[in-house]
């Protein structure tokens, strides 16, 4: 069998992998066998990345009449990415290991982009399926093909490069002597044995190529993203865009994320690129299977937003601007994360004395930052002052967008995104619920009412409906398997809703007690379901490909998620946790306060602010899970006579027939 191409739309990677495909054959006719399959996927989209060319192959055949490796070794599987770039040599510079090429003014590492996209792929098969249908990550080999660029242009190859690199007389001999080995073979793919443990080349090739299909709360909200009239208010700030930062605030529930989402499909509708900064990469994940459904819906829509977190935004305008042993040196003598962001963010503030500061570790020159259109920041509420101060300085004002959760800030500190004089488009506050059905919303804000907290939600109308439950299982097992049921309970009554569009709320292990992932995981295991665990470091980085997932995060992830039916596990443990360990900043407090009394300031009147504070950090974390449902939210007590229990209780005797109560059955004598 030949070279197998399998692409979308005909493009430049579908050229590309016809270019590679005939250079390969050129030099190796012998590739042209019937007991060898050899497939160029093109333009992969995998959760996270896309691979631009990637190469499986395999010969069934007997070790002994395999092709080989220049140094003998056969040649009986593997997996390789390719990394294409078809840039003149003089767009193309080595430094140390690493490949750069330049787009317009700007050098790219494309050595990084290889290795990103070899990471992004072993993510992808780690996390693609779990308990009986699992099988190995293959080991992946990685290549760079200079496709315009002769070796003779250059003074030699990238020294201790991880990612070989070819030039425009790539040949079969060539890509595979630089093949890593096997137990003295090139080998990652069994035979067709249905051993269900490893890959087989029909497996790779079936879950490589699996196709997402949408369900009907996907569809929804592609046509939501996709809306193209809006209301007066909307088309104002829309229509300013650019001339000021725009500030969506709002409290938890009230669409802050999907707007953003929204402006950005928009303005990528316009041609505009975007990057949108978020919280976690379970978010992300969530983000990034919407915006894959809505490519293949609507290819037209280009380019899409990019994803990234706040730490790999500033990540990549450090390593961008200084150059990739200035990164090593932050990785590598920086061991604490947020020590590292701070650095970071300190050097890019004035790039020019760090650059005569570090010359060390610097390049050359200073290198400008590719910089996208606008920038779109989600849960902003959160970010430090220095950290927005850079954004201001690399984007200015009028190329931001930011959502700020009034209440749901989790740091010690509250971000000012106005400060001083600088250009405003508008200040939009959301007070719409459009998550939650009306019931569920009503009961969620009797309950804030309960803990004192202002909250200004509407409920809507045009929303009809909603449960609220309290599930009261002090066995914790049993307690993950009650909602295993409810969940089951509600996909059945629902018809069209499926395993993915629900969600499960865990708790870290540091509230103490029973660990609720891995009874998730066992729970899932014996019944043989699958899921997506966010609260897998793996698996959080790639979004749910299939709608028999059920997907579960920690409750420190579950900002800006939503799930038809929500299941909050252990939440009194949960809300306990944070009742005993507050994050406030007790300096910072302190100076405000005596700033405001002046002379009345007195130590009671700090203590009793003090304590406020932490009641208030308590209950508006305790907010976020509660608005996480559409249609149906679960509260797990693991003891009703908890803080969390008796606060439920409270609203349930004034609120009757607001919250259904589902306790432990009474053991039969």
């Known amino acids: 069998m030949t070279i197998k191409i399998i692409s979308g739309a005909p493009n430049q990677e579908t050229r590309n992998a016809e270019l590679f495909k005939e250079a390969l054959l050129k030099s190796e006719p012998r590739l042209d066998h019937v007991d060898i399959t050899a497939d160029i996927i093109c333009g992969l989209p995998i959760p996270g990345r896309q691979i631009d060319l990637l190469l499986l192959y395999h010969d069934a055949r007997s070790k002994e009449r395999q092709l080989r490796t220049p140094n003998g070794a056969p040649i009986h599987s593997f997996v390789l990415v390719v990394e294409v770039k078809n840039h003149s040599p003089d767009l193309i510079q080595f430094e140390g290991p690493t490949v750069h090429v330049r787009y317009d003014l700007l050098w790219h590492d494309a050595t990084d982009q290889c290795d990103q996209q070899m990471y992004a792929l072993k993510r992808y098969q780690s996390s693609n399926y779990k308990g009986p249908h699992r099988r190995e990550a293959t080991f992946v080999q990685r290549a760079i093909w200079l496709a315009r660029a002769d070796a003779s242009a250059f003074d030699g190859t990238p020294a201790q490069s991880s990612v070989p690199v070819h030039f425009a007389d790539l040949s079969w001999e060539k890509l595979v002597s630089s093949f890593q080995l096997n137990r003295k073979e090139v080998r990652t793919l069994v035979d067709q044995s249905g051993d269900p443990k490893y890959h087989d080349m029909v497996s790779l090739r079936a879950s490589l190529l699996h196709k997402v299909r949408p369900t009907l709360l996907d569809r929804r909200r592609l046509n939501a993203l996709t809306k193209t009239r809006f209301d007066a208010e909307k088309t104002q700030y829309i229509q300013n865009l650019g001339k000021g930062l725009l500030r969506l605030k709002g409290r938890a529930g009230t669409g802050k994320t999907f707007s953003l989402l929204q402006i950005a499909i928009h303005l990528a509708q316009k041609g505009q690129r975007t990057e949108v900064i978020t919280y976690n990469h379970g978010l992300i994940a969530d983000i990034s299977r919407a915006l894959r459904l809505l490519q293949e819906q609507d290819p037209t829509i280009d380019p899409l937003p990019v994803l990234k977190t706040r730490y790999k935004f500033i990540q990549d305008a450090f390593k961008q601007t200084f150059g990739h042993r200035a990164e090593r040196y932050a990785i590598e003598k920086i061991p604490v994360i947020e020590d590292r962001e701070n650095f970071r963010v300190k050097a890019l503030l004035d790039p020019e004395v760090f650059f005569k500061e570090r010359s060390d570790i610097c390049p050359i020159a200073l290198r400008k930052v590719q910089l996208p259109d606008y920038v779109l920041i989600d849960e902003g509420q959160d970010w430090k002052e220095d950290q927005r101060d850079f954004m201001f300085s690399l984007m200015g004002p009028e190329r931001i967008i930011v959502a700020d959760g009034i209440d749901q800030f989790v740091g010690q500190d509250r971000c000012d995104w106005y400060p001083g004089n600088i250009p405003k488009n508008w200040d939009q ?209 693991h003891d009703e006579n908890s803080k969390l229990g008796q606060i439920l209780n409270a609203v349930s005797v004034r609120c009757l027939d607001q919250i259904e109560w589902v306790r432990p059955e009474a053991p039969s004598n």
């Open 429 to 637: 506050k959301l007070q719409q619920s459009v998550r939650t059905r009306a019931a569920t919303c009503q009961t969620v804000s009797e309950i804030a009412s309960e803990l004192g907290i202002e909250w200004d939600v509407k409920t809507s109308k045009d929303i009809p409906g909603g449960r609220f439950t309290v599930l009261v299982e002090p066995n914790a097992r049993r307690a993950v398997q009650r909602g295993l049921e409810i969940l089951e309970a509600d996909q059945r009554a629902a018809g069209e809703v499926k395993a993915i569009d629900q969600l499960i709320c865990l708790p870290s292990n540091a509230v103490g007690g029973p660990n609720y992932a891995n009874l998730f995981d066992a729970a899932t295991d014996e019944a043989e379901r699958d899921s997506w665990r966010g609260f897998d470091e793996d698996d959080r980085r790639i979004y749910p490909v299939r709608d028999g997932q059920l997907r579960a995060v920690r409750y420190e992830s579950c900002r800006g998620m939503e799930g038809w039916t929500t299941v909050c596990l252990g939440m009194d443990l949960f809300y306990d946790q944070r009742v005993a360990e507050p994050l406030v900043d007790e300096v910072s407090l302190q100076a405000a306060l005596k700033q405001t009394m002046k002379d009345k300031y007195s130590d009671a009147m700090f203590a009793e602010r003090l304590e406020q504070a932490e009641r208030e950090y308590a209950f508006h974390w305790l907010m976020i899970p509660l608005t996480r449902s559409i249609d149906h939210l679960v509260v797990h007590l």
